[in-house]
């Protein structure tokens, strides 16, 4: 097909489950293109000879390459084009924020409606998933030859250290994941949900192509506590990357947080995704399924979690927060999704104290009325105080959405690892390099709580000075 030029063609619309029948359910939403409308949106794209796209994607996807090749028809030259740059493109396709990356910088966005990149690149990946020859895998007609002599070990099992493996692994390295869980994707398998990115069918997928490449995974090692990095180095790893993202959880700190029905969001959602509790009775993780369930923050993390306690059986589920839904940070795909699923938005309201109901069980929130100010450092509109005005919100299952912090167990083990005044790890930006030689690191816990692609960039970036420093050919 030939590429057409019109930019006024509208934007192919992905189908959705409708959303009565999946917030019964957990199966996905989006229900992903067929070749007919991939190949319509693929039309859209006007092959720009300085792409705009590309220079938004932190791990560069050569974006018009693949959409030519898909306009053509031609899906598995696609999908080798995409690999050359992007591990995980099933994973990137379905949650990275395209409409602030890729998207936000195609030349179409200047008429509202930029290429849909993101489920072009879901579509390709998809058409792929069941196969695992390695030229698909690489984007090279065949299997690298893996350098035992080249070994290098990468803490934490998420998308920066998935990245950093596939990446070292097709440039000739023996490279080996150690995780401290007995899942491997990080948030990828215990955050966010099923319905938004099926585990089974699509991150171990992933995760199975790079086995292909001879990665090695050993679960339930908790790195700074089963073994240091010097037990590594000892070992005869060559260099180690850091990826054990920022888990740690940050609360509220008002009275009544400790009452039972209030949880935070990562163990809420552990429990739900990593223990399947939602898929009672085969798996017994209890849980408590709320009524009139509260959710505080506004990112994709309280969305998560409101669309879970919706499909969990919850009479109404109210997110709390101190701006209004045009400030929230979450993709705002996730936002009309949530809405559409029936879950209510308590604007301009901060939490000021939990309080407990006649059994002692959390019973209901004390709110706090909030106007927007003028726009702090971030730009937005300060949340400020209206003196007097309060509302009591009856919950029994409060889901705290605030953030994360680092996870200090691996930290703390090495007081050589130089952090921030944040507590993250520090690096050398151009390489990734921590203050240890050697020493890698990147993703959430260099940045704090991020982005999948981010991550992923930081794990690339880290890879290609670890290939470089191995002697392996590093192309590009
Ligand atoms: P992680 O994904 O956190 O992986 C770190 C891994 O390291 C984990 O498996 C952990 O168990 C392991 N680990 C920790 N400590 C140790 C140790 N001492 N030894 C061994 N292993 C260890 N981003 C998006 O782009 N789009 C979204 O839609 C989106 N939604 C999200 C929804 C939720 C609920 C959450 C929590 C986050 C979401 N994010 C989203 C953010 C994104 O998932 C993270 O930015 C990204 O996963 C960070 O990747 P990472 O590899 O740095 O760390
Ligand atoms: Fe295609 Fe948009 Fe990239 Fe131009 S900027 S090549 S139109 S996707």
């Given at each position: ?99 602030v ?196 923050g506004g990112g994709?993390?309280a ?18 927060y101190r701006r209004t839904q045009a400030e929230m940070p979450a993709r705002h795909?996730?936002i ?9 938005v308590?604007e301009l309201?901060g ?19 909030m106007e927007l100010g003028e726009p702090d450092e971030s730009g937005r509109c300060r949340p400020v ?17 605030v953030g ?73």
């Amino acid at each position: 097909m030939k590429a057409s030029k019109n930019p006024i063609m509208p934007r192919v619309e992905m189908p959705n489950q409708p959303p009565a029948e999946r917030v019964r359910n957990f199966d996905e939403v989006a229900l992903g293109y067929t070749l007919e409308m991939a190949k319509e949106e693929a039309a859209r794209c006007l092959q720009c000879k300085k792409p705009k796209c590309v220079k938004g994607c932190p791990v560069e996807v050569p974006i018009p390459q693949f959409i030519a090749e898909l306009a053509k028809g031609d899906v598995e030259k696609a999908y080798q084009v995409i690999k050359t740059t992007n591990s995980l493109p099933a994973v990137c396709g379905r949650v990275c924020p395209q409409e602030v990356q890729c998207e936000g910088s195609c030349i179409l966005q200047a008429k509202g409606q930029p290429v849909a990149i993101g489920r072009l690149e879901r579509f390709v990946a998809d058409e792929f998933m069941y196969r695992d020859a390695c030229g698909l895998i690489t984007g090279k007609p065949e299997c690298p030859y893996i350098d035992p002599e080249k070994k290098v070990a990468c803490i934490g099992s998420g998308p920066a250290s998935l990245t950093a493996a596939g990446y070292l692994a097709a440039r000739g390295c023996k490279v080996t994941v150690f995780e401290a869980l007995h899942e491997l994707g990080g948030v990828l398998v215990y955050g966010i949900p099923e319905f938004r990115l099926p585990k089974e069918k699509i991150v171990a997928k992933e995760i199975g192509a790079l086995r292909e490449l001879e990665v090695e995974f050993v679960r339930n090692r908790v790195g700074g506590k089963t073994f240091s990095i010097q037990d590594l180095f000892d070992q005869g790893y060559k260099a180690v990357f850091i990826g054990v993202g920022a888990g740690l959880p940050r609360f509220l700190n008002i009275p009544g947080e400790n009452l039972n029905g209030v949880f935070s969001a990562n163990e809420y959602l552990t429990r739900v995704n990593l223990g399947r509790a939602y898929s009672f009775p085969d798996f017994d993780t209890p849980i408590i399924r709320g009524k009139r369930v509260t959710v505080y923050g506004g990112g994709n993390v309280a969305m998560d979690a409101a669309r879970t306690a919706m499909r969990l059986g919850a009479e109404s589920v109210h997110i709390v927060y101190r701006r209004t839904q045009a400030e929230m940070p979450a993709r705002h795909e996730e936002i009309e999704h949530a809405i559409e699923e029936g879950v209510q938005v308590a604007e301009l309201c901060g939490p000021l104290e939990f309080r407990a109901d006649e059994c002692g069980n959390l019973g209901s929130v004390l709110l706090q009325k909030m106007e927007l100010g003028e726009p702090d450092e971030s730009g937005r509109c300060r949340p400020v105080v209206v003196e007097g005005a309060t509302e009591e919100l009856p919950t029994d299952l409060a889901i705290i959405a605030v953030g994360t912090r680092s996870n200090p167990v691996l930290l703390e083990n090495e007081p050589r690892l130089e952090l921030n005044r944040w507590g993250y790890v520090q690096v050398d930006e151009e390489t990734g390099e921590t203050s240890i030689p050697d020493v890698y690191a990147g993703g959430d816990i260099v940045t704090g709580a991020a982005t999948v692609i981010l991550a992923m960039g930081a794990g690339r970036k880290a890879a290609k000075n670890i290939a470089a420093k191995l002697g392996c050919v590093v192309d590009d």
